[in-house]
């Protein structure tokens, strides 16, 4: 079966930088776009953008433009999404999903806080 | 950036119907938004219900479909269960990026 597993939860200061990763198995890691969402605390989903495993290319909602990267490695079926200048409303829990449709199949999702 | 629209909150008796809503500040909602619908619970990543307006997966309860209606997307949940009590997002993709919606809280009283 399709899996997604995070990594864990994260604690950084402003201004810092995050990477969270996202590991793949049960299917072809190039097949699918991988896209990243999160949610803060008691908010609703924020989507933040997508990367094609084939080729690498992105798309990032205009809101995080210039502070996110997202990249990948295929060999070891794995997708990372690097947020950059954090700030305190970053703090939240950040899925992957991925799948045929899209959004079929989803992580548990990677806790990061952003405290001084 | 687009704003999508929904209802914050919708209340439901047990075996009723209710019909939940997601619009566009763009304008109508049509089938080339590819509108999305999803089911959180608490402490739960989302799960998809419906795609592409009215497709269910495997996973779907057959009590949940998927429309266009006025001009919106729209998710309506007929013969509603105690365990449909969730907060449900909607969609929306504008030439490859994607807009959710706020959210509605759905309460099964």
């Known amino acids: 079966q399709v899996l997604l597993v995070r990594s864990g939860a994260e604690v950084k200061k402003p201004g810092a930088s995050v990477k969270v990763s996202c590991k793949a198995s049960?299917?072809?890691?190039?097949?699918?776009?991988m896209h990243w969402v999160r949610q803060a605390p008691g908010q609703g989903l924020e989507w933040m953008g997508w990367i094609n495993p084939t080729s690498g290319d992105t798309k990032y909602a205009q809101k995080f433009q210039g502070r996110v990267t997202m990249t990948r490695d295929t060999s070891i079926s794995t997708a990372y999404m690097e947020l950059s200048r954090l700030r305190s409303d970053d703090t939240a829990v950040y899925y992957c999903t991925t799948g045929g449709n899209y959004f079929d199949y989803w992580g548990q999702g990677t806790l990061v806080t952003v405290s001084s | 950036q687009a704003v999508v629209t929904q209802e914050p909150s919708l209340t439901v008796s047990p075996g009723g119907t209710v019909t939940l809503t997601c619009g566009s500040s763009?304008?109508?909602?049509?089938?080339?938004?590819?509108p999305y619908w999803f089911q959180q619970k608490p402490g739960q990543a989302p799960k998809t219900l419906i795609f592409d307006t009215s497709k269910k997966h495997s996973w779907t309860p057959a009590r949940f479909s998927g429309s266009l209606l006025g001009g919106k997307a729209a998710l309506t949940l007929s013969g509603a269960q105690p365990e449909d009590e969730a907060e449900f997002y909607c969609?929306?993709?504008?030439?490859?990026?994607?807009?959710f919606g706020g959210g509605t809280k759905v309460t099964v009283l």
């Open positions: 049960g299917y072809t890691f190039t097949n699918y776009y």
């Open positions: 969609l929306l993709s504008y030439s490859g990026a994607r807009v």
């Open positions: 763009t304008g109508a909602v049509t089938s080339g938004h590819y």
